[in-house]
Structure formats: structure tokens, C-alpha cells
């Protein structure tokens, strides 16, 4: 491993950790083993690593989506891939809050504009079957905001000034997905079932 991706796994580890507000330049060149100086060669500025480590968290999500194995059924490849959305805010919450905020300032990260055309895909491929009950454009606004919505209690369970929610229980997350995809989806025929 070079020097720009030890810096960038330290700091992409820091981030899982304590969050973006508490990471610094000096805790990652600590954690990294190298000087401001070599960080700085690399990344320019704080903003450059940070936008470093938020494009290399998701793009190993996305990795690791693309990798799973889908299935053939247009419903059921797109809840699973609902499910893995969610799942990576579950495990790495504190990179998800990070990478939807840059997300929600207007930034470019290559690798949530990939995810949100896989989405488009699933989406696609239900209309293509006549499953969608409803236009594309809202299927596609039901499932993004519903699965944001679920990834956001497992961020809020990890705020240390959260005293009132714990970590979803997985009911709630399925039943949250259910009713996403049952509100686009047309009905299964007895001969689909």
C-alpha cells in the first residue's frame, strides 16, 4: 500500500469511528504514521482527504453491491438492493451521514451517482415487466426516500445526544421496505407466485 492509500484507510477508519466532526488532519497523520506535509502532498487540503475518504467509502459499497449476487426477479433485485443500501448505513453510519451530507451540499461522488443509476436499472426493469403501479419517476422518489429514511435511524441511534431512539429494530426496516415496494409494485398474478 502507498502512502496516499494509507492515508486514505486511516482516515476512511477515523471517519467510521468518531465521524467526521472529529476527524482531523493531525489525528490521521498520527493514526497514518506520516507528517502534514506528506498528507498534504496528496490531498491538497482537510476538504481534498475528506472528499477522498467519502468517494472511497462508497465506492467500496458500491463494490460490494455490485459483487452480490442479484436475482433475476425485478422486485426482488430491487429490494435487495434497497437492503444493501440500508445495510451499509447500518454498519457504517457515521461514513453514510458523511457521504449524504457532502451528497445533499451539491457535491460530485461518482460513486452515489452509479448508485442511484442501478436504482434507476431496478426501477426500469419493473416497468419493463408492467409491474410498476405508478409512474417511474415517483417509484424511483418512493424507494430513494424510503431507504434513506431507514438508513437515517441507524444514524440517529449512533448521535450521543440521541437519548430517545435505539438502533430499528429489523421489523420496523422490513416493514419500511414492504410497504416502499408494495406501494409501486402491481400485484403478483396466482401464476407469477
Not at 461518482?110 to 415517483?138: M, V
Request: net charge negative; charged share 20%.
Amino acid at each position: 500500500m502507498n502512502r496516499r492509500e494509507t492515508i486514505l484507510m486511516a482516515a476512511l477508519e477515523l471517519l467510521a469511528q468518531k465521524g467526521e466532526a472529529r476527524l482531523s488532519t493531525r489525528t490521521v497523520c498520527v493514526a497514518a504514521n506520516v507528517t502534514a506535509p506528506t498528507l498534504y502532498h496528496h490531498f491538497g487540503s482537510a476538504d481534498g482527504l475528506l472528499s477522498a475518504v467519502l468517494t472511497e467509502g462508497f465506492r467500496q459499497f458500491l463494490e460490494s453491491k455490485k459483487a452480490a449476487e442479484q436475482s433475476s426477479d425485478a422486485e426482488i433485485a430491487l429490494r435487495e438492493g434497497w437492503e444493501n443500501y440500508v445495510r451499509f448505513a447500518a454498519e457504517r453510519p457515521r461514513l453514510y451521514a458523511a457521504v449524504m451530507a457532502r451528497f445533499l451540499q451539491g457535491a460530485t461522488i461518482p460513486a452515489t451517482e452509479e448508485a442511484f443509476a442501478l436504482l434507476r436499472q431496478r426501477i426500469a426493469a419493473l416497468e419493463a415487466e408492467g409491474r410498476l403501479a405508478i409512474a417511474a419517476s415517483d417509484a424511483l422518489s418512493i424507494i430513494w426516500a424510503s431507504a434513506n429514511a431507514a438508513a437515517q435511524l441507524y444514524v440517529t441511534a449512533t448521535l450521543p445526544a440521541n437519548a430517545y431512539l435505539a438502533a430499528p429494530d429489523s421489523r420496523v426496516i422490513e416493514s419500511i421496505c414492504d410497504q416502499a415496494v408494495t406501494s409501486i409494485c402491481t400485484p403478483r398474478t396466482e401464476s407469477e407466485l
